[in-house]
């Protein structure tokens, strides 16, 4: 069992930059993948990043290459991502989860892989 607490949401103005932080509490002894999805009303909850616990491969969705960087501190089992360059279609509820796996074990951005969930930090881009 793993438990999940985002932080270091809230208002930025575009092009301005924001860290996030993922607090993993519980069993952390085995391997486990950190991941962010972010959701904006009215539409599905879009992969991130996620960065394996074997060997801190990072994986990026789309939206997030060249912008986003995703990293971890095991000795604090604490994920981070550093989002810069903001735009306004940036914002959305951030949501930080977590699975026994690695990345690529699994299909990297499917919701359904992912058990522990924290419980989203919203982010707004806005001048």
């Known amino acids: 069992q793993l438990q999940v607490v985002e932080s270091g949401g809230g208002l930025v103005q575009p092009g301005g930059s924001l860290s996030l932080s993922c607090d993993v509490s519980?069993?952390?002894?085995?391997?486990?993948?950190i991941a962010w999805f972010r959701q904006v009303p009215g539409k599905e909850r879009e992969g991130v990043s996620c960065?394996?616990?074997?060997?801190?491969?990072?994986y990026y969705g789309a939206s997030a290459k060249g912008r986003f960087t995703t990293s971890r501190d095991n000795a604090k089992s604490t994920g981070y991502l550093r989002m810069l360059s903001l735009k306004p279609e940036d914002s959305g509820v951030y949501y930080c989860?977590?699975?026994?796996?690695?990345?690529?074990?699994?299909?990297?951005?499917?919701?359904?892989?992912?058990?522990?969930w924290g419980q989203g930090t919203r982010v707004t881009v806005a001048s």
């Open positions: 519980g069993d952390t002894t085995n391997y486990y993948s």
């Open positions: 960065i394996s616990g074997s060997d801190n491969t990072a």
């Open positions: 989860a977590a699975r026994i796996l690695d990345c690529h074990e699994a299909a990297i951005f499917r919701i359904q892989e992912y058990h522990y």
